[in-house]
């Protein structure tokens, strides 16, 4: 069983910057597609970014294009969510998921298709 770790979160000012880190607490990450969703206090669980195996093209949600980037460098075990120009909106709890091998090609945004899940990293944005 994969467990997934994500470090980085904090506290931010608008405007400011965080990157989120996530790995694997044993191992590797895998031949996987990897990703970032977030849950806002009272809301539902919402997709982020995502990016296949070979770090090719990247989804996003429409509402972080532009100020978010994820990456991942498969030789450190590591998957990356840089966040630019913090919104208050932003504040969550951010998690990273990691698809079995069969979608590794791929960069879904549903739930449903990330088998492994951390238990996420806490970011609050100050307005």
């Known amino acids: 069983q994969v467990q997934l770790v994500e470090s980085g979160g904090g506290l931010v000012q608008a405007g400011g910057s965080l990157r989120l880190s996530c790995s694997a607490s044993e191992g590797t990450l895998g031949i996987a597609a990897m990703a970032w969703f977030r849950q806002a206090a009272g809301k539902e669980r919402e997709f982020v970014a995502a990016?296949?195996?070979?770090?090719?093209?990247?989804a996003y949600a429409d509402s972080v294009k532009g100020r978010f980037t994820i990456s991942r460098d498969n030789a450190k075990n590591t998957l990356y969510l840089q966040m630019n120009s913090l919104k208050p909106e932003d504040t969550a709890l951010y998690y990273c998921?990691?698809?079995?091998?069969?979608?590794?090609?791929?960069?879904?945004?549903?739930?449903?298709?990330?088998?492994?899940w951390g238990q996420g990293t806490q970011v609050t944005v100050s307005s």
């Open positions: 998921a990691r698809t079995l091998a069969a979608q590794a090609m791929r960069a879904p945004s549903r739930e449903y298709d990330y088998a492994h």
């Open positions: 990016i296949p195996w070979s770090g090719g093209v990247a």
